[in-house]
């Protein structure tokens, strides 16, 4: 799937087609599918009292995963954290996409400075911090403590390690759609 390619499709609906097709299946030797993953992330996010934006982030951090184009792209488990701001740029603020955007980061901060954090990973995600460069060093950890949306990250990160349970009742996609309808910049 390209996509850049909206072809004149409404974004959310867009969204709503990658969580009822390839958000469904497996994901990386989880035990839930992404999309499940993601709504879990959204629900604890909401448990928590978050705001909406960080709901919205939590719904949609892990969505570029689906920018993996072909098989060759073998270096997709480093890149979709990009891939997740290149495609939600121009339909979300930066309140949205920032913390989706630095969740990869986020885990390799909280591995560096908490020493029972890397405990906490599951067996996939304790497999890609490895080709995601392991713990942050010193100096990568002081420039991240810098960047204003590094709290919110982080706390999207902790939600989203207990978001990965199998056989909860989670909500739909759809049942989202009035939030990101009201945060989205794009209105048609
Ligand atoms: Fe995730």
Redesign the pocket.
Known sequence: MELKQTGGQDFIDILEHIFETEGSEEYLGEAVS?AD??IQ?AMTAEKNGASDALIAASLL??IGHFAHVSAENTDWHRKHDKAVAEFLDGHFGPEVIEPAHL?VQAKRYLCAIEPDYFGKLSPPSVHTLEKQGGPMHADEVKDFEGNPHHAEACQLRRW?EE??ALGIETRRFSDYRPLLERLRIDRP
């Open positions: 992404m993953h993601m992330t951090h892990d969740h989203e978001s990965k």
